[in-house]
């Protein structure tokens, strides 16, 4: 019943995410599928929710109660907008207590209800923090790949969003829960790849560093 659920769920997300690629991913400058996989990856519930995410929330303490190993988080992109606007820009240090993660989630409440979902992402894109030196999308698409973000393949596009988690540590287990999301490996067939042609990918990439600073 449970398993029926959450697909019934991931089904429903995916749907969302689709959709709204397709209406905002001319507006942002990026293919549809790197916004699908962005929602999908990082903030499922993204296209619909207020801000906070209670399904995520739900989970994420269901998870830190009664499994061990890395504690997930239930931070949407509009709370991590907070990271960027508050606590970056003030040179705080960035902190996960319960005090914190309630700022954090007004914040998101308060940003989602003074912008549209795709100014949010715009900002979002503009400022986060993608590893090296690189500080948003241009400078990342240009620093890894030397491609501009409108030009990013489908494996570019998932190798880009795969490391926001983590980004200046590799992370094989990483790639390989994301990619067991049956969501996830629906869009890389729509778009003429596959789990394998990703992991190809992966392993051509880390031969190399990135080329060098955005200009």
């Given amino acids: 019943m449970l398993a029926a659920i959450r697909s019934w769920s991931d089904r429903r997300c995916a749907t969302n995410a ?3 690629a397709r209406r ?6 990026v293919p549809d599928y790197f916004l699908q996989l962005l929602i999908l990856i990082e ?5 619909k929710h ?12 269901w998870h830190n109660l009664l499994k061990r190993g890395r504690r997930q988080g239930a931070s949407t992109l509009p709370q991590q907008l907070y990271n960027l606007r508050i606590v970056r820009k003030c040179g705080r240090q960035y902190s996960r207590t319960f005090y914190a993660k309630l700022v954090q989630a007004a914040f998101g409440v308060w940003i989602t ?10 900002e979002y894109l503009q400022s986060v923090y993608w590893g090296w030196s690189f500080r948003g999308i241009d400078e990342a698409a240009w620093g890894y790949l030397g491609k501009l973000r409108q030009d990013l393949s489908i494996e570019e596009s998932f190798f880009l969003i795969e490391r926001l988690c983590s980004p200046n540590r590799r992370s094989s287990q990483r790639v390989e829960v994301i990619l067991r999301r049956s969501p996830i490996v629906a869009i890389l067939t729509a778009n003429h790849s596959s789990v394998d042609l990703l992991k190809l990918f992966y392993e051509r990439m880390y031969r190399a560093p990135p ?3 955005y200009s």
């Fill in 18 to 20: 689709a959709d709204f």
């Fill in 24 to 29: 905002w991913s001319g507006v942002i400058a």
């Fill in 43 to 47: 903030d499922k519930r993204f296209p």
């Fill in 50 to 61: 207020y801000g906070v995410d209670p399904v995520g929330i739900a989970r994420a303490i």
């Fill in 113 to 122: 209800s003074r912008l549209s979902k795709e100014a949010i992402l715009i």
């Fill in 211 to 213: 080329l060098g600073d």
